[in-house]
Structures are given as structure tokens and as C-alpha cells.
DNA sequence: ACTGTTATTGCAACTCATTTTCAATAAGCC
DNA sequence: GGCTTATTGAAAATGAGTTGCAATAACAGT
């Protein structure tokens, strides 16, 4: 029972992810993967994507557009991020708003919470500043 | 200068979401108009939709799958929903628990926030009695 | 009611992220 | 090294959403 196989590929993607400082969709990558490792299959990011989300090791949320993006999972602490609709930059948000409203919610309602997905757009500093926003 | 005609699609489009008391898929809300209006295009059903949202009629929100709902904009409340694995209903989360924590990070980092997106996952009670969760 | 302008439509083709299929490959246990 | 099979590469398929364009119909002006 050999279940699961280091693959170089895997490794790659991991890699990739934790020298980037910020989330990545599967596209973005995909194009950093191909530059250390030609041959590498779209279908073997999304596939090693896919496993490395469901052991919990990559988290994964969604762009306004349904891209999904993916970051190394921080294991004491979930982040969300402020999403700037100017350069599109992704600032850290750690403190979730919410462990108190899910509590909340499942002794009014009955409600069994497993999760959430939270997201603010707005505009940077920057972005502000340059456009006069 | 006839900026917006008011077509029998967009009518179609609007009453189906108004008599539907729960959000729908652009893909759902087309199923139920070619019911009424056989020839009605599903490009026609999305670029309604599209315009219904922009002109804040319509609000708009998103699936895990990245796959978009919508549905009738209450003008003095913004919802979210409570969305169960099981069942896909989804329950209104009248009471935004975001108003204050918006100021709070506009003060802190500059931020401009211009919206939000916010769904909470889980099981309601029908599907936790009825699988043991 | 008739006419002309043009916003909107129907249809088909397209895009693009993601998934699937399947034969070929390579991890990892012996 | 050899065997088993999880994983891969490549290509095709999927499916939501978009786009181009000629035909249609809303509606303002007459
Ligand atoms: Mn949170
Ligand atoms: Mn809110
Ligand atoms: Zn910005
Ligand atoms: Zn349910």
C-alpha cells in the first residue's frame, strides 16, 4: 500500500508556491513550472493542486471571475485577503472576522459550519494615489 | 437618446428571479425562460443578468465551483447565505457581520473597500439528520 | 398608425479555466 | 534490477461565459 508518490512534479509545485509570497492561480504556476520543467502537463498542476488542497497543505479561494488562486496553508491561521481591483495585488487580511459569527450561527440556526469564503475589494494605497480614486 | 428598451427577455429574466424565492444560476434562470419563450438565446439571459447587476437590480454572487447566482437586490440590506454541501439550499444571512470591520481596515492600511464577498459552507439540519453529520 | 433609428436579440462560433481519458512513465517496495 | 501501480503527458472534452454579426423589435418622432 504505497499510497502516495513524491514525484518531482509534486515537489515542483510545492516549491513554487512557497517562494512565491503571494497566492498563485493554477495558470501562473503552470508558467513558473514549464520554465524548471519543460514537459511539465497543465492537467499535473491542476492535479497536484487538487491533492495538495485536500490533504491541506494548499489553500485555495476564487477570484471575482471563478479563477481559483492557491497558497501554502498557514496550519494556525486562515487568512483572507483585501483584493485590489486596480494592480490586482492580494494583501494579507489574517484576522478572520468571523469565528464568533459561525458560532453564532449554528446554536440559532442549527446550521453545521465547515467553513467560509471571504473576500474585500476595494483599492490600494497605491492604486489610489495613481488614479485618484 | 432611447438609452434602455424594456424587452419581453428582460422582463422574462427579471419576474423569474423575482418568483423564485431563492438565487439562481444563469444556466437555471435560462432552463425556466425557454419554458415561456422557446426562442429566448442564453447569451440573452446572460447579458440581461449582467445588465440587471450593473444597474444594482440584480445582485450577484458565486458558487464554489465558480459558477454564479443571482438574485433580486433588496436596496436596504446586502445578504449573504449560509450555502449547505448537501443540499445546495441556500439560507439568508440577513446581518452582514462586515459593516464595521470595513471601516476598521480602510482606517488601518488605506484601503479603499468597495464591496465584499462573504459565503458561510456547511450542513443544515435536514441534511445532518438525514446523513449523521 | 407609419417610419426610421438603433438597442437588443438569436444564433453560432469562440474563449478559457478546468476535467477527463488513456497509454506511457517512473516512484518506491521487494 | 524487476514489479506494481500511482502518477504523468498529451490531447480531447467540458462547461460557463463571451463575442461577432445580421435580423428583429422597442419606441421616439411624425
Ligand atoms: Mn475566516
Ligand atoms: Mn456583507
Ligand atoms: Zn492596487
Ligand atoms: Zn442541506
Redesign the interface.
Known sequence: MSAVRNTKQKQLVLSLLKNSGRPMTAGEIYRLAVQQYPNIAKSTVYRNLENLVSRGEVSQG?H?N???FYSIADENRHLHY?I??GCKMM?D?PKC??SN??RE?AKS?????????????????NC?DKAK?
Not at 442549527?110 to 483599492?123: C, D
Open positions: 476564487m471575482q471563478g479563477e481559483s483585501m485590489c481591483k494583501i487580511f472576522p468571523l459569527v459561525e450561527i440556526s442549527g446550521f453545521y459550519v465547515t467553513g467560509h469564503s471571504l473576500q474585500i475589494y476595494g483599492y490600494c494605497k489610489r480614486i
